[in-house]
């Protein structure tokens, strides 16, 4: 009888693989799924049975039978790269990493793994993996002639990553393999304008125009540059051509934050208005499923119930004096933290981190026990902050050089949120809070075209952006009142007006003696990495006006939103 079984299922996988080379996906899927009850203790059958799951559209089913499969035979070479491959496929690439690496631990010279690892990697974040991977791909590949994909892929990551020369030699060498790889010079256009190589990336989207007249990115791409080249109209003219009624949504909210910049540039505040409703709009209807859309709302609900306790008795622990003095510094999106930023990194006694979610993964830390949030703040003792004080500078590490440094800053507006955490921890910080008039912030971040994460989704509508705004500076303002950190508030409108004098306030602020080369802060954002935040064209420019006040060119869309803002517009002495 058992001979019998496996004969009758070798027959299935059999016919079941010859429909598959046909094409006759559905039908194989048949095939396999009325012999599923002979194998269902048949390894390489469940993996058939799980690709043809995949190729029918039923990404879920195949996942499941590839475990079952992977359960039967573990290690199984097939069912782990299937595995991971329709994990990345489904948009899943933190799950697939995991059947990736175990098969290139196994199976080291598999290229195609080492390629899928990469995606994954890159997909999750984890760029120096990615990168890692990518490049173990690319000197597995035989025929070096077949690597242009990987070597666009190699291209992107670096371009994350900041790496812009590293970033355009890949990309280049994909070209140099495939003339015709059109995703490729699109790439690198994008590198090169996001990196302020504007001659460049106009030559090369020009190519593209020739090359390539059925693909509108490199007609973006070449409005963007005219645009910081100021030929606004030339840049609306070219916009307004593209056909957009057949493009992905992703590119079609591309095209309208642009049209919205240009319209703004051009000080028609009607028509920006439209394009950045759009913009958003089209956004709002495309927000990717592992975005935590309620995250930030959650913290700051639980961070107001402490607060209308009246806070958390936190135990008068001792923390040990540091010879490196940890500085946050925090308000709001658009309110002017990178130009500060950007400016105190110019002095030689200070370190500077953009956005790293340090503090982010201390809340976790803390976070992951029974007790609720910010109560938990309570039951840190000494040693234990001490941990989590070492893990937070272990960590900085990672994102910037200390040595001889005597400030770390770690800017990342957001981090306002966690004003309990930050209080419980570092009680011993400096915070500097980076203000702006509250209409031109909220205006600001509406009209940004951010890459969406679990912040800045809630930006997507002028009365949501209110709302989350509100809810930050109530508790910074509760901060205020309730704890004695030290802290200082600084003004962007200060900043642009009273440049010299405010930088060197916040230098004495952080007890460090005047230095002249933080005036330069556009000489020190093009000597670091590029400046991964929306404002890093700004920062890269000499200062300028047109971003202050501009709420009043858009008054009349912001009435329904002034009331719930009123407030604070006055605490931090603005007018309306």
Request: contains cysteine; charged residues 25%.
């Amino acid at each position: 009888m058992q001979e019998n079984r496996i004969n009758t299922i070798e027959e299935v996988i059999f016919q079941a693989r010859e429909l598959m080379r046909l094409g006759d996906h559905k039908q194989a899927y048949k095939v396999c799924r009325k012999a599923v009850s002979s194998g269902s203790s048949h390894p390489e059958f469940l993996l058939l049975y799980g690709v043809c799951a995949y190729a029918s559209e039923k990404s879920g089913e195949a996942i499941k039978l590839l475990r079952k499969s992977l359960r039967l035979r573990p290690g199984f070479k097939d069912s782990l790269f299937n595995l991971g491959h329709i994990l990345l496929s489904c948009g899943h690439p933190v799950d697939a990493i995991g059947p990736l690496s175990q098969l290139v631990d196994v199976h080291p010279e598999f290229p195609g793994a080492q390629a899928n690892l990469a995606v994954a990697f890159y997909s999750s974040g984890q760029l120096q993996a990615a990168e890692h991977a990518c490049q173990k791909a690319i000197d597995l590949v035989p025929d070096k002639s077949q690597a242009a994909e990987l070597y666009n892929l190699l291209g992107s990551i670096n371009r994350e990553s900041e790496f812009n020369a590293q970033s355009e030699d890949a990309f280049r060498k994909a070209l140099q393999i495939n003339p015709g790889y059109g995703d490729a010079l699109a790439n690198l256009c994008m590198m090169l304008e996001e990196s302020a190589q504007l001659e460049a990336a106009s030559e090369a989207s020009r190519d593209g125009i020739k090359r390539f007249s059925d693909d509108p990115r490199f007609s973006l791409v070449l409005a963007k540059c005219e645009r910081r080249q100021g030929e606004t109209e030339r840049a609306i003219e070219r916009l307004s051509k593209i056909d957009l009624e057949h493009e992905v949504g992703a590119f079609q909210a591309q095209v309208y934050f642009e049209l919205g910049r240009l319209w703004d540039r051009k000080n028609t505040a009607q028509e920006a208005y439209k394009c950045f409703s759009k913009a958003n709009d089209i956004t709002a209807l495309n927000i990717p499923g592992d975005i935590h859309k309620t995250f930030y709302p959650k913290v700051l609900k639980a961070s107001s119930r402490y607060y209308a306790r009246g806070g958390v008795v936190l135990p008068e622990n001792k923390v040990a004096s540091l010879a490196l003095t940890p500085c946050f510094l925090i308000g709001f999106p658009r309110s002017g933290t990178t130009l500060l930023e950007l400016t105190l990194a110019g002095h030689p006694d200070i370190a500077v981190m953009e956005e790293p979610p340090l503090i982010q993964e201390l809340y976790a830390d803390i976070t992951n026990t029974n007790l609720s949030y910010p109560m938990v703040l309570a039951q840190l003792d000494d040693e234990r902050i001490a941990s989590l004080r070492q893990k937070y500078f272990d960590r900085a590490m990672d994102y910037t050089d200390l040595a001889g440094k005597r400030v770390l800053i770690n800017k990342h507006p957001l981090d306002t949120v966690f004003l309990p955490v930050i209080n419980a921890v570092f009680p011993d910080a400096k915070i500097i809070f980076s203000a702006r008039h509250p209409l031109d912030v909220c205006l600001s971040c509406w009209m940004q075209e951010f890459q969406l994460n679990a912040g800045n989704v809630n930006f997507l509508s002028l009365s949501k952006t209110a709302e989350f705004y509100a809810a930050t500076m109530d508790l910074w303002m509760h901060f205020q009142c309730d704890t004695d950190m030290e802290h200082l508030i600084v003004s962007y409108e200060d900043m642009v007006d009273n440049f010299a004098e405010t930088a060197r306030k916040a230098t004495e602020f952080l007890g460090l003696d005047w230095s002249a080369s933080v005036l330069d802060h556009t000489g020190t954002a093009k000597s670091l990495p590029r400046v991964n935040t929306a404002s890093y064209y700004q920062v890269t420019e000499p200062l300028y006006v047109r971003s202050k006040n501009r709420w009043r060119k858009y008054r009349q869309y912001l009435e329904p939103i002034l009331p719930g803002l009123r407030r604070y517009v006055e605490h931090f002495n603005y007018t309306l």
